[in-house]
């Protein structure tokens, strides 16, 4: 039984295929990795659907292929309307999954019960800032810009993850890198389980160091101990020498980054 999982990003039909050849046991398929991928397109997802079912053992049930859905970029806070955009776009692909599944038991080929096994996604909000009461004074007088203010720290917005969530089910669902931007992480991680989140990919931070290494370490406890989810991840950049001892790799063709995993499946496969 494999301890350590391999999972590679990729935004190309042959970056999918060389990394099924190179031994990656889970994709992450997304486009335009130069700024951290992004929705890929229904036709790219339906073309590695097929490329993955043509190479992956038919006895393996759910194709490991994770599905990116993220509409715009830099941020990940997202307006009422491209919420709804990413609901109608998981929608989509779970329909391209069913379509495909039919197909196959036209042809009477069987094996094969998804295509699909999950989404990456995370949308972000900023928290009040809790020195708005104490200095109300000074933004009542035009001293200070109050807007700016107001804006605090980025937290997970919990009611959009619930949307997601909510339309992605059965499939997995996994907290992107989002999670770096997070101020309070170990508040976010409780709040990401409570909400259901299998995993979350995370660096550490938002920042490559050697401190990243003993921020995963130390998330990784936090959620063993307050979760009966498992974490895994592991750190892999060279920048990095402090590994956690958590089983797992997430690595993009262009960007070597780190993943911090809730595998319920890991966990029911591993337990004495």
Same mark, same amino acid.
């Given at each position: 039984m494999k301890t350590h999982l391999l999972e590679v990003c990729v935004d190309s039909l042959d970056g999918l295929r060389n990394a099924l050849v190179s031994g990656a046991d889970r994709i992450e398929l997304c486009r335009s990795l130069d700024v951290g991928g992004m929705s890929p397109s229904l036709e790219m997802v339906s073309a590695a659907m097929d490329v993955m079912d043509a190479v992956v053992n038919q006895e393996v049930e759910t194709l490991p292929l994770q599905i990116m859905v993220r509409p715009v970029e830099p941020s990940f806070e997202y307006a009422a309307s491209l919420l709804s955009e990413m609901v109608s776009y998981i929608d989509a692909v779970k329909k391209l999954n069913d379509e495909k599944l039919e197909s196959r038991m036209i042809k009477a080929e069987g094996g094969r019960k998804n295509f699909v096994s999950g989404f990456v996604f995370g949308c972000l909000s900023r928290e009040v800032n809790?020195?708005?009461?104490?200095? +109300?004074?000074?933004?009542?007088?035009?001293?200070?810009?109050?807007?700016?203010?107001?804006?605090?720290?980025?937290?997970?917005?919990? +009611? +959009?993850?619930?949307?997601?969530?909510?339309?992605?089910?059965?499939?997995?669902?996994?907290?992107?890198?989002?999670?770096?931007?997070?101020?309070?992480?170990?508040?976010?991680?409780?709040?990401?389980?409570?909400?259901?989140?299998?995993?979350?990919?995370?660096?550490?931070?938002?920042?490559?160091?050697?401190?990243?290494?003993?921020?995963?370490?130390?998330?990784?406890?936090?959620?063993?101990?307050?979760?009966? +989810?498992?974490?895994?991840?592991q750190i892999n950049s060279p920048l990095q020498k402090s590994k956690s001892s958590a089983p797992g790799g997430h690595f993009t063709i262009k960007l070597l980054v780190c993943l911090l995993s809730v595998r319920k499946s890991w966990v029911d496969s591993n337990t004495p």
């Open positions: 809790p020195l708005v009461s104490c200095i +109300q004074p000074m933004l009542s007088d035009g001293m200070m810009d109050d807007a700016e203010l107001e804006r605090g720290d980025w937290a997970v917005d919990e +009611q +959009q993850m619930k949307s997601l969530i909510d339309a992605c089910k059965p499939y997995s669902t996994t907290f992107h890198r989002a999670f770096d931007e997070i101020a309070d992480k170990e508040k976010a991680l409780k709040a990401l389980w409570e909400l259901g989140v299998d995993r979350i990919l995370t660096s550490g931070g938002s920042s490559m160091t050697m401190d990243a290494g003993r921020r995963t370490k130390r998330l990784y406890g936090k959620a063993r101990s307050t979760s009966k +989810q498992e974490i895994v991840g």
